[in-house]
């Protein structure tokens, strides 16, 4: 069965023009970087780790605050390398098929991959900025790990001594209205919606499938667990997104 939807899927993606791509945590978990809600999750392991994610604590707490920049610190993301997965969406992009791709991830390795930057809508912002609550002032994170290595625990802001943050969105933190609005619009506009992933239980964005679903698209659902959209579905695949992704997308 999974064979066939994946072929299914596969001449879905070859008779679309406009494929929207939504991605979640599911497609990094083969580059080194945990998901959050999965059997093996960051949240699932430690749940005390969701506080280090919520803003209120964030901006209160400067415990949780030295607590997040030493998980910062330890993050795979900033060695971690794009996967056949991402690697099979820029391919997509490649065959002029790609409209859009909405993440909810703050990887960057949907750039990284090679993605053009004007395709990509990162929802949840990307962990190689960082930013000042209070100025506004943004800037690479590399820069202020350095002074984190260096000895600063909770490093202010240079500018005005606010407090830093990594430019995502975390629980509590109004998402940027525009970004949604260009994501929504996106999911509007696709033939092809492919869901690769997420559990598709974070709004507003998950609502980008019924939206596609409403406007005439055909969906695609690939997630290792059931999603609460499997039943509007055309195809749903539980297996690899790594093997998966490049089989529909025309590469492998």
Not at 51 to 61: G, K, T, V
Not at 86 to 92: E, K, N, S, T
Not at 152 to 159: A, G, I, V, Y
Request: charge should be neutral; glycine fraction near 10%.
């Amino acid at each position: 069965m999974s064979s066939a939807n994946v072929e299914k899927a596969r001449a879905l993606a070859d008779a679309a023009r406009r494929v929207v791509v939504l991605t979640g945590a599911g497609i990094s978990t083969d580059s080194g970087i945990p998901d959050f809600r999965g059997p093996n999750g960051v949240w699932t392991r430690n749940p005390a780790a969701e506080r280090l994610s919520n803003i209120q604590h964030y901006r209160a707490d400067p415990e949780v605050r030295k607590a997040s920049w030493r998980a910062r610190l330890a993050s795979p993301a900033w060695t971690a390398m794009p996967n056949a997965g991402h690697l099979a969406l820029v391919a997509l992009e490649r065959r002029g098929k790609l409209h859009a791709l909405i993440t909810q991830n703050i990887d960057g390795l949907h750039l990284r991959a090679g993605h053009s930057p004007d395709r990509v809508i990162e929802v949840h912002g990307n962990l190689h900025k960082a930013v000042c609550l209070n100025c506004g002032w943004n800037g690479p994170m590399q820069a202020v790990l350095e002074r984190v290595r260096a000895g600063e625990d909770d490093p202010p802001c240079e500018h005005c001594g606010g407090i830093l943050k990594s430019d995502t969105i975390s629980f509590g933190q109004a998402l940027v209205p525009g970004v949604i609005e260009r994501a929504m619009r996106a999911a509007g506009e696709a033939d092809l919606l492919l869901s690769v992933g997420t559990s598709l239980q974070v709004y507003p964005v998950a609502g980008a499938v019924p939206i596609a679903r409403q406007a005439g698209a055909r969906v695609v659902i690939m997630n290792a667990q059931p999603t609460p959209y499997d039943e509007i579905a055309d195809a749903v695949l539980t297996g690899s997104i790594s093997e998966d992704l490049p089989r529909i997308c025309g590469i492998s």
